[in-house]
């Protein structure tokens, strides 16, 4: 009998196995090997996560042009500050595209890039911007929009796809520091970011 000390702890004593016996573990493997990725143990619905991946690669699409334009289009005393947080945010956007479309042929799907829809598609909006001020105001909306999106794939795909929900966390984590860095710079123009992003001016 085992004493106080040695004694395994209760959830590793009461779980049952968690692995298949390792010959059909194999087995398994080597059935439907065209799938890659994708094995009998997949408990999403891959076609509904790939629909998903493909909204929120838009999004980052749509997000990569708009910061693009804003890059280039900052105008003003500041505009060199903004200009480069703009640029560095697109870049970081598009490699947010580039980690999705990896995800969605690891799932079996396809990315779509088609330009055709991609603003329907994308839950974030392009908007040209007037000034600066106005440029970041927009970028905050956006990114709070693309934070809400995220957060509600990683509670819809809960534990049955893990590789793709911790792909949607360090996005969203990443989409956080995109909104802060706005607020932050949004407030430097003298702005209130609560009251105006809210539709509250
Ligand atoms: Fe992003
Ligand atoms: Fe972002």
Avoid at 173 to 191: C, I, N, P, Q, R
Wanted: hydrophobic share 40%; aromatic share 6%; charged share 30%.
């Amino acid at each position: 009998m085992p004493n106080e000390k040695t004694a395994p702890l209760p959830s590793i004593r009461t779980k049952q196995p968690f692995m298949t016996d390792v010959a059909e573990l194999r087995r398994r493997a080597r059935e439907d090997i065209e799938k890659g990725a994708v094995t009998a143990a997949y408990r999403a619905d891959r076609v509904v996560v790939v629909d998903l991946l493909n909204q929120a690669l838009a999004t980052e699409l749509v997000c990569v042009l708009r910061y693009k334009r804003h890059q280039f289009m900052a105008e003003g005393i500041h505009a060199d500050t903004v200009a480069a947080e703009f640029a560095e945010h697109a870049a970081q956007e598009q490699g947010h595209a580039d980690l999705l479309a990896g995800r969605i042929v690891q799932l079996d799907g396809e990315p779509n890039f088609d330009p055709q829809g991609l603003a329907a598609r994308s839950h974030a909006e392009y908007t040209r911007g007037t000034d600066v001020a106005d440029m970041i105001r927009e970028n905050l909306v956006a990114e709070r929009v693309a934070i809400q999106s995220y957060s509600e794939m990683i509670h819809f795909i809960g534990d049955d796809d893990s590789t793709t929900r911790r792909l949607l966390e360090g996005i969203l984590a990443v989409e956080e520091e995109h909104a802060d860095d706005l607020k932050t710079l949004y407030a430097s123009f003298g702005k209130h970011p609560d009251a105006e992003v809210s539709g509250v001016k």
